[in-house]
């Protein structure tokens, strides 16, 4: 079964440190990209990063750059998503999502050209509270 499994959300104080993963399962074909999304209550999903597996070329939303950082480890077939300097704009559940376009840099942030096999993941929860 082709699937994105994503762990390690959870609640951090504001200020603090979390590392979430997407763990890559099943795909016959490999996706070229993972994308991080977020939505926050009320809000529509925005795209944080893109990460090019193949060159680990990256593009990240400009209201997180310097604060979140994406990793892959390719013998786990996972990516991360590390974020820092939390604030309480930074409460959402968060999604990767497998693409096999590819991305570029956009408007700010990125955008990607969609295909019918982007899968989604099962979203994880972070909320910044003290």
């Known amino acids: 079964q082709e699937e994105l499994v994503e762990s390690g959300g959870g609640t951090v104080q504001p200020g603090g440190s979390l590392r979430i993963s997407c763990e890559i399962r099943?795909?016959?074909?490999?996706?070229?990209?993972i994308g991080w999304f977020r939505q926050a209550p009320g809000k529509q999903r925005e795209g944080i990063s893109c990460?090019?597996?193949?060159?680990?070329?990256?593009y990240y939303l400009d209201s997180v750059k310097g604060r979140f950082a994406v990793s892959t480890d390719k013998t786990k077939n996972t990516v991360y998503l590390q974020m820092n300097s939390q604030t309480p704009e930074d409460t959402a559940v968060y999604y990767c999502?497998?693409?096999?376009?590819?991305?570029?840099?956009?408007?700010?942030?990125?955008?990607?050209?969609?295909?019918?096999?982007?899968?989604w993941g099962q979203g994880t929860q972070v909320t910044v509270s003290s």
């Open positions: 099943g795909f016959t074909e490999e996706p070229r990209a």
């Open positions: 990460v090019h597996r193949e060159d680990e070329s990256t």
């Open positions: 999502r497998a693409i096999f376009g590819t991305c570029r840099e956009y408007d700010g942030a990125f955008s990607y050209s969609e295909t019918p096999y982007d899968t």
